[in-house]
């Protein structure tokens, strides 16, 4: 169970509200990744944070409110990046 705070507008109090919580996959602008999810009350609306959508290789930019997807890079397979000379 993950912890967090609420505060009740009419009261002004604070109370230590608990939700489940567990690993998904998330899928955002056509990129998977990973991350944390809380499981609030039915009538909660989704939401997705920040860094979930940055880990997926989306950069957020609150001042223009923006998202815009990363280029690729591609990645070099470990036999074109040893020392001449040397054999796998």
């Not at 957020?60 to 990363?70: H, K």
């Not at 990645?75 to 054999?87: I, R, T, V, W």
Request: glycine share 10%; charged share 15%; hydrophobic share 50%.
């Amino acid at each position: 169970m993950a912890g967090s705070a609420a505060k009740s507008p009419a009261a002004g109090v604070c109370r230590a509200v608990q939700y489940a919580f567990g690993l998904a996959e998330i899928e955002f602008m056509g990129e998977i990744t990973s991350g944390r999810v809380i499981f609030g009350p039915t009538a909660a609306a989704p939401s997705l944070s920040v860094t979930a959508i940055e880990s997926a290789g989306i950069p957020v930019d609150p001042a223009n409110r923006i998202l815009e997807r990363m280029p690729a890079i591609p990645l070099k397979s470990a036999a074109m990046e040893q020392p001449a000379g040397q054999n796998a």
